[in-house]
């Protein structure tokens, strides 16, 4: 994934800054807009972004989904991989494509939905 650099949703500056600026406290670098503070979350050693940019709603979607999809991998006594492997084939991509850091609105949905209908 590419190191962002113009913000998505404004087309603000993006900068790599601690994550203390949005939590209050240090849980590592992001990636963040100066003007609308959508941001990513970073990868310790490569300073590669985690996913994309994302703005509150994009961030609170995410988060259901991942919540929604870690109890049904859990529920059906999968690993955390042998879930993404499923999650992978069903959504038709590529397992290195198939991490919810990357998905929009509509494959977040998607996925709340495949899980519901398997579980």
């Known amino acids: 994934m590419k190191k962002p650099t113009i913000c998505r949703y404004c087309g603000g500056k993006v900068i790599l800054t601690n994550s203390s600026r949005i939590y209050g406290k ?10 609308c503070n959508a941001f990513v979350g970073v990868d310790k ?11 509150s709603i994009l961030r609170a979607k995410r988060k259901e989904t ?7 991998w859990k529920a059906k006594n999968m690993t955390r991989t ?3 492997k499923w999650l992978s084939q069903k959504m038709g991509l590529p397992p290195k494509s198939t991490h919810i ?3 929009e609105m509509e494959d977040c949905q998607k996925v709340i939905d495949l899980c519901n209908e398997a579980a």
């Open 82 to 84: 042998e879930g993404y």
């Open 45 to 55: 050693k490569s300073e590669k972004p985690l996913g994309t940019l994302a703005n």
């Open 66 to 72: 991942h919540n929604v999809f870690d109890s049904f």
């Open 101 to 103: 850091g990357y998905f």
């Open 26 to 35: 240090d849980y590592g670098n992001i990636y963040l807009c100066t003007n």
